[in-house]
């Protein structure tokens, strides 16, 4: 499954699927770029940064994908479980200014 | 053990009262926040503060205020509360000052305004 946009879409996919969440940037000048993982009442959680000098990082089921020539972000994650349910947002920050900006989410629903 | 903790959860309230929200991190960072989260869950940054520099948001009303007694506490003050300041706050931390490594958030106070 896979999502796009920036009014806290949906995206609902079956255990064991792929899941793909998209997020658009607004700062060109931004290069270091973070996903968390936002469950029900609780915080955002970290779960994979990137840089601008890199275009994919991977980390345990989980990868994230840079093209800043459209100033878009992906996280793709496998194999999706009932605990990845949560809300997720892409926060974008330039370089030496501490001023990281958030998206507005993606909430993705894993059906067993 | 809590990195980030924040009290109290929950937190209701009568228009034009003056409240408090404690936020406290073991850590060791350097650097606190404070975001507000909407009915729409999205987040937006209120303050970012080390022990050298505070960094407002230009948007944030003068009713809210940091106040800082050590590098491990961040607390909101607000002053006449208003409807629309009724939102989830939460505060984070970070160990690099450009937020390199991401934040530490913590769970999160529900503030209604009634």
């Known amino acids: 499954g896979e999502s796009v946009g920036l009014h806290l879409p949906t995206l609902s996919v079956q255990e064991g699927d792929n899941s793909i969440i998209n997020c658009a940037y607004s700062n060109s000048a931004s290069d270091y770029f973070i996903w968390y993982k936002q469950e029900s009442g609780k915080g955002p959680q970290f779960i994979i940064d990137?840089?601008?000098?890199?275009d994919k990082r991977q980390g345990q089921r989980v990868t994230v994908l840079l093209n800043k020539t459209v100033k878009h972000l992906s996280l793709q994650i496998a194999a999706t479980q009932p605990g990845d349910s949560a809300v997720y947002f892409c926060a974008e920050n330039p370089w030496h200014n501490n001023d990281m900006r958030f998206g507005a989410g993606t909430r993705l629903t894993v059906k067993p | 053990d809590t990195a980030v903790s924040q009290t109290p959860k929950y937190l209701v309230t009568q228009m034009g009262n003056d409240k408090s929200i404690k936020c406290e991190q073991n850590l060791g960072h350097d650097t606190m926040y404070w975001y507000k989260q909407d009915s729409k869950k999205f987040l937006k940054i209120m303050f970012s503060y080390n022990n050298k520099e505070l960094i407002i948001n230009e948007t944030v009303p003068n009713r809210f205020s940091p106040k800082s007694p050590d590098k491990a506490h961040l607390n909101l003050h607000i002053n006449s509360l208003e409807l629309g300041d009724s939102a989830v706050y939460f505060c984070?931390?970070?160990?690099?000052?450009?937020?390199?490594?991401?934040?530490?958030f913590g769970s999160g106070t529900r503030l209604t305004v009634v």
């Open positions: 990137i840089r601008s000098n890199m």
């Open positions: 984070a931390s970070s160990q690099d000052p450009d937020g390199m490594g991401g934040y530490t």
